[in-house]
């Protein structure tokens, strides 16, 4: 919506600059997206009359004019090389000393002729890009008047960004409106002397679809010249909004569209076929609109019409056929109301966007429809002459206003702002609305022209306008901070994340739609839960198994040249509990694949293998007591693969792939993955504080030799449940089988650690506790102590 600012203080004029005015609306919620001048600074230019036009001796394009500049009978002689230069014409004139948007005007001798100033074009001054000639003004301008005065350049241009709520806005006389709200100022009401009625012509209207055009006005006007001159100021709102002048009759109505918001169209009274009919298109039938385009038109678009032929297409566009042309006398003019919801997304349909639909679509004034075709018939009279008949009007169920109740209490609740009565009736009287009041409650019925009223929320929302937005207090939110008990035995799977980021494992989201041949190699699943409509024929079953999805991963980063992978994934699976029922179990899983650190000058290359996922999977058991115990399953290789025990409760499972699924994804190094149940990795040891020995700790070595089938966990477990509370620690630092050693034996060399908070151990106990340990070995698994 782009209008004049002097066009707006013609209805409202507060005592606020153009920039606070701009700043006042916007912070009202009528943004102003931009304030333009409508011309370029200049000065001294005048408006002339032309009164000799001579040819210059030495040049056949240049002319010599004695120009009138002032009241004054002094003459000026300009030497002007415009082509429509011509006796008795008025023109802006560019004085000696004057400065021009790039030129300053000088005394010069132009082919031997003096010139003492200059004839301007439109480009000259900046109010065109491009002229044919000289800027042609009105017969009657005044020779003399300064020309940025007479022209009014002193003028801005208020460009607006609407809401599509504010339909009200969208002309002078509702920005108007707004204005006198907001700053409290008078709105000099818009009026007319009521058109005489001359004769008594009318057309008869019918019409056939009440429920989409409830109010229906027209009028014949016959006589009118359509080669009248349009005013100035009339012209000058029209191109400062942005619209072209076309004729008298079509530049008229368009000048109410922008004054009023109401939408009127002129029809060729001549070129109508008997009486007026709206109603809605029929099949088959088809209109040429004004702007060309052939629309077949369909049953659900209301059309005006004759007797035999669609005249316009209602609340959008007129018809070729039946518009106002070079040649009309006598004209039909037409007002009316068309519900928003018959012309909504029409105009989008058709390709195309028109000032009419994007008003009618959001909804005119229907008090005002018969005032304004008043309006615009005196404008046509005063203008273009012609005699109007009356106004025909067809009136039926118009929208209802309901009233709306708005509470005191409610206001000041959403608000935070406490008015008082009397100020919530000012802002209601100085937004023009009805209302009763009653012990604090408003009853407020909305006006015609504000279609965005509806329920209490809008009307508090009016108020804030008028008080100021930026009037309201910002008041910080304020809440008791209280620390939440934070449980210590439950570890959140977010850190569960971070320990798995921190070992440089990169995270992974994949659908739980999985396709049936991965639940069969991965999982051993042959009866998978199937989907009864799945997305694809790659993802027709739900997943009991995350590694599916994670080797899809690999393969995909594979095919991209990333030779090391390392990601982990959580995510429901869902297990057959029944043969129509399931359990959803969330499962963390996680692979492996290339080298153990990206390549390096420091540490040789080497690829990643059982005992890496081994060692992260410990970490992210924390101090936990985990154990891990050989294994077969569907997905791991046979003899690489092991269960992963917590508390005597399997959790879950890690390994290298089966062979031949890595021959089968085509994987060259060895893949390593594991998956845990997520629900029984949660859960964690609290850390107990031990008391810290100030005395120094002892070690000692043994190897041992025993059968190859004896697990080293199982030694381990042994002597761990049967040490004493001075050996704090045992591990295995070296396993040997080859030479020296018997088919079926292994050596195994532990560490043992000891250590006592009250005394420094003397080597008789720890010789003692030593030898227990051995004794345990050899009696429960025929271990032998190794020599040498």
């Known amino acids: 919506m782009k209008f004049s600012e002097n066009w707006l203080r013609t209805f409202v004029n507060p005592s606020l600059s153009s920039e606070r005015l701009a700043h006042v609306l916007t912070m009202a919620g009528i943004e102003v997206e931009s304030v333009e001048s409508v011309a370029a600074t200049f000065n001294k230019v005048v408006v002339a009359e032309v009164c000799s036009v001579k040819s210059h001796p030495s040049a056949d394009r240049l002319k010599v004019c004695q120009v009138k500049a002032n009241q004054q009978a002094d003459l000026l002689q300009i030497v002007c090389g415009a082509p429509n230069v011509s006796e008795g014409m008025r023109v802006p004139c560019a004085l000696i000393g004057a400065n021009l948007p790039g030129i300053q005007i000088k005394s010069a001798k132009l082919r031997g002729i003096e010139s003492e100033g200059m004839l301007c074009s439109a480009k000259e001054l900046g109010l065109a890009e491009i002229a044919d000639g000289l800027l042609v003004l009105p017969e009657d301008a005044p020779v003399g008047k300064d020309f940025r005065s007479y022209f009014s350049l002193d003028d801005r241009i208020f460009t607006l960004s ?33 058109t005489l009625v001359d004769i008594q012509d009318v057309l008869d209207v019918h019409i056939m679809a009440p429920e989409a055009c409830p109010l ?64 809605y298109a029929k099949s088959g039938e088809k209109i040429t609109l004004l702007n060309d385009n052939i629309v077949n038109l369909t049953p659900d678009m209301l059309i005006i019409a004759d007797e035999s032929k669609p005249l316009a297409l209602a609340g959008i566009m007129g018809g070729l056929d039946s518009s106002v042309t070079d040649g009309t006398v006598d004209i039909f003019l037409e007002s009316a109301f068309f519900m928003p919801s018959i012309i909504s997304g029409k105009s989008f349909q058709l390709g195309f966007i028109s000032d009419s639909a994007y008003r009618f679509e959001r909804g005119v004034d229907f008090a005002a429809t018969h005032d304004f075709i008043d309006r615009a018939s005196y404008l046509i009279q005063t203008i273009c002459g012609g005699q109007a008949g009356p106004i025909v009007e067809k009136r039926y169920q118009l929208p209802a206003r309901s009233p709306i109740q708005v509470r005191r209490t409610r206001i000041q609740r959403i608000l935070g702002i406490e008015l008082d009565v009397q100020q919530i009736k000012t802002y209601f009287q100085r937004l023009k609305f009805k209302f009763l009041e009653i012990d604090g409650s408003f009853t407020v019925t909305p006006p015609s022209y504000r279609f965005d009223l509806t329920i209490e929320e809008d009307l508090i929302e009016e108020l804030a306008r008028i008080y100021g937005y930026d009037r309201i207090p910002a008041h910080y939110p304020q809440a008791r901070m209280a620390m939440l008990p934070a449980i210590e035995n439950i570890r959140p799977v977010e850190q569960i994340k971070q320990s798995l980021v921190n070992r440089d494992y990169q995270e992974v989201i994949n659908y739980a739609f999985v396709d049936a041949n991965w639940e069969l190699d991965f999982a051993g699943n042959d009866t998978p839960i199937k989907l009864v409509n799945p997305l694809a024929s790659q993802m027709g079953v739900m997943r009991s198994t995350l590694v599916g999805g994670l080797i899809a991963n690999l393969q995909f980063n594979l095919n991209r040249k990333q030779s090391r992978v390392r990601i982990f994934e959580i995510g429901r699976c869902f297990i057959r509990s029944t043969e129509i029922d399931c359990v959803q179990i969330e499962k963390l899983a996680g692979l492996i694949y290339g080298d153990i650190v990206p390549e390096q000058w420091g540490i040789p290359a080497r690829s990643a293998d059982f005992y890496d996922i081994k060692g992260d999977i410990e970490n992210l058991c924390g101090n936990s007591a985990i154990l891990f115990k050989k294994i077969s399953h569907p997905a791991l290789h046979p003899g690489k693969s092991a269960q992963i025990i917590i508390a005597d409760n399997s959790i879950g499972w890690l390994g290298e792939l089966h062979p031949k699924w890595q021959k089968k994804f085509d994987l060259q190094k060895n893949t390593v993955l594991f998956e845990i149940n997520l629900e029984h990795l949660l859960p964690q040891a609290i850390h107990v504080t031990k008391e810290i020995s100030k005395f120094p700790p002892v070690q000692r070595d043994i190897a041992i030799i025993v059968d190859n089938d004896i697990n080293v966990q199982t030694l381990l477990s042994c002597m761990n449940e049967e040490k004493s509370p001075t050996v704090i620690d045992i591990a295995l630092f070296d396993i040997y089988r080859g030479k020296g050693m018997e088919n079926n034996k292994k050596s195994l060399a532990f560490r043992i650690l000891l250590q006592d908070t009250e005394k420094t151990l003397t080597d008789i106990e720890v010789d003692s506790e030593v030898l227990k340990l051995i004794k345990i070995l050899e009696n429960r698994f025929c271990a032998t102590l190794r020599n040498g």
């Open 216 to 279: 229906y006005c027209g009028r014949v006007i016959k006589g009118i010249d359509i080669n009248a001159r349009i005013p100035l100021w009339m012209t000058q709102r029209l191109e400062r909004s942005g619209i072209r002048s076309i004729n008298p009759i079509v530049d008229i109505t368009n000048y109410i569209l922008l004054e009023t918001g109401q939408p009127l169209h002129s029809f060729d009274l001549n070129k109508i076929n008997g009486s007026i009919q709206v109603r």
């Open 162 to 194: 609407l809401t599509p709520n504010r339909a009200d806005c969208l002309s002078v006389l509702g920005v108007a409106r707004e204005v006198a709200a907001i700053t409290a100022s008078e709105l000099i009401p818009l009026e007319s002397p009521a």
